[in-house]
């Protein structure tokens, strides 16, 4: 049991340093993503294949539940 928490701990360390290390990649291709989203006057659409298509997936969830369309 010891080694699932050992193991679990691991990985969300992991995950946090991953996040930790995107927020440094922010520029100004995001700045205009968002500012090119919020002046969208229709619908955004979102598409993937495989991994990229489950975080499309995602985002998609993310706009409906905050009613962005």
């Not at 002046?39 to 997936?57: E, F, P, Y």
Request: proline letters at 1%; charged letters at 25%; hydrophobic letters at 45%.
């Amino acid at each position: 049991m010891k080694e699932y928490i050992k193991q679990a701990k691991e990985v969300i360390r992991i995950e946090a340093d991953s996040v930790s290390a995107l927020a440094g990649r922010l520029d100004k291709n995001f700045i205009r993503a968002v500012e090119t989203i919020l002046k969208c006057t229709g619908r955004v659409i979102v598409a993937g294949m495989g991994k990229s298509g489950i975080v499309g997936q995602k985002i998609a969830a993310t706009f409906n539940s905050t009613v962005i369309p």
